[in-house]
């Protein structure tokens, strides 16, 4: 039975894209689940994609936009920010972060923001954190 | 003296955009003298303008991108995502906050995000702060 | 009855001590109306003190404890940071941030998180912010 | 040889305290091998450590202070903050956070911000990430 999984698991992995730092297209998957989907970025380092959180709103999808960036004198230090509007809920989230290898894995580090209303004093309306994505599909 | 000055300013808030909360387009400025403009807002809330830095890029103006939120519940609290590549640099910062009034005036409070390259360490590799934008041609 | 409220301010003003970025013991106020008042900070370091806050808990005074430090090499960029225990609340604040000069006045500009309990999701439970001391009975 | 190794590490954790989200006294460790010790937690809820830090400071090792507090409501949800002093560098750092399980191993979710001097621009001083802190020995 493990080994059918493997097996599924590897045919799975030979035909998905394998996401890392160098290409960042594809999807990846924080501690919690939550589903960053990069469809595309253009020339001018634009990201376009779809995020699936898991928790707090009903697993639905939301459109992302965001950012690459490095610099010539660092060209593997990938730069990235995105942010998701939570439509029908008010507030926005936006990631930042890089990314990098850690235990021989590419992963994106981010902390975020996430701003929202109705709140008692304004001072609370901005909650942060962090989250690490992984290749959701990793090749190995 | 005073009254000219007075009149002048008056003439130069007649022919200027009021930004406030209710409507954000127009230009805002931080305490270091940053101005943000927001050109355009549209019906899926996202916003374009451009960012011009007083400090740290020689001046030069960057495009934006981001995001503006509201709840149904609470449709005079306003938040809002930002973000500028700059491009050139290889980092990216990212706001995020709220339009709210304080001492009468409608201001956007922000934290944000910054992540650049070239440090010894990653977990050197972003910082925070806060600015707080007011109106660049106030109409009082 | 205002004329007395002021003198007495006037005489608490000529025996206050004048804070400033060289010696940080003494009042400081907030955007909000909150205040720090740190007491000492002795040869470690250790800074102690008291902060009364505007907003959320009844105007009660908590305890503070926290840190100064600098460089050899910039004697003058005073680093500090203080945390409060908000007692009976199960939440806590630290402050971070650094006392430097903006427009002539001396000033403590700081990010903070709080961090508290109750929420439905773990990663709701930091948030944060910024806020700026500027002392409280300035000598000018 | 193997054996060896696993044998020892199973005698020191016999020996070891057992910290937990319940009891946090003891050693933890950060996924880049720093290491937070916390000494002792007195019934006013500040706690005593001492820290390492795996990179920047020659491996030396620094006093902490900090806070523990939880509310009435919510025993299970331990909140705190700690700051360490970076003698002879300048800087400080402050961690704040909660302990909570995930994946069922107990764990200390922490967000910092560090500040320090020497920067050309004063918003440049304050970087921030996370720190996850898992028990050093633990008993399973």
């Known amino acids: 039975m493990r080994v059918l999984l493997i097996t599924a698991l590897l045919l799975i992995g030979i035909g998905a894209h394998s996401q890392n730092c160098k290409n960042l297209t594809g999807g990846w ?9 990069i469809d595309s970025i253009n020339n001018k380092g634009e990201i376009l994609g779809v995020y699936q959180s898991s928790t707090g709103v009903d697993g639905k ?4 936009q965001g950012y690459l960036n490095y610099s010539a004198d660092h060209p593997d230090q990938k730069n990235l920010s995105f942010s998701v509007r939570w439509k ?10 890089y990314c990098y290898q850690l235990e021989d894995r590419d992963q994106i580090k ?31």
């Open 110 to 140: 981010t902390v975020w923001h996430l701003v929202r209303s109705g709140k008692e004093f304004d001072w609370e309306r901005v909650i942060t954190n962090s989250s690490t994505f992984k290749p959701l599909h990793p090749s190995r």
């Open 29 to 37: 998957q924080n501690e919690l689940g939550s589903i960053l989907q």
């Open 61 to 64: 999808t939301f459109d992302l």
């Open 88 to 97: 029908g809920y008010g507030s926005i989230t936006s990631w930042t972060g």
